[in-house]
């Protein structure tokens, strides 16, 4: 029995470590998210993105335009694959890696302009296999909003 658990465990772990560095499967639709996360992923984006969602994380607000805002995010992530939707919000992607265990968690953001020189960013971070985090995700957003913040000042 215990052999059997660590077999799965260990096939989980390799599966993880192996798995291909592309976001997986196709962008999704901040606005469809809907309520009731499980444990391994953290939203934060307000209602006038996440229309479905409900009550979650609080999106990001920044004092620079929407195409600043997605230029210092692909600085800091250079992976990351955008595309501009039809309304004008910009959407990116990327696969961030966890240094020890190497999981492999698919981030989204979408980055709306809410006036000529502001923007409002919504993330959404989740853990491919796994049923807790343990917040890693929760503090990967919290992460990159500081990292944007010193990455826009500069």
């Known amino acids: 029995m215990i052999r059997s658990i660590l077999a799965c465990a260990t096939l989980l772990l390799c599966a993880a470590c192996a798995s291909a560095p592309k ?9 469809t ?5 499980p444990t391994n ?6 209602p006038s993105i996440c229309e479905a969602a ?12 929407a195409t600043d805002v997605a230029a ?6 250079p992976d990351a694959e955008q595309r501009t939707l039809p309304n004008g919000d910009i959407q990116l992607r990327y696969v961030a890696v966890t240094p020890i265990a190497r999981f492999r968690d698919d981030v989204d953001v ?45």
């Open 23 to 31: 976001p997986a499967g196709s962008w999704i639709s901040f606005a």
């Open 33 to 37: 998210l809907e309520p009731g996360l």
């Open 41 to 46: 992923r953290y939203l934060a984006c307000n």
């Open 54 to 65: 409900g009550n979650t994380g609080d999106a990001l607000a920044f004092a620079s335009p």
């Open 72 to 77: 210092a995010l692909v600085r800091l992530q």
């Open 110 to 154: 979408l980055i709306r302009p809410t006036g000529p020189d502001t923007s409002q960013v919504a993330v959404y971070s989740r853990s491919r296999i796994g049923l807790s985090d343990l917040g890693k995700n929760k503090s990967r957003v919290e992460a990159l909003a500081k990292q944007l913040d010193a990455e826009l000042a500069g």
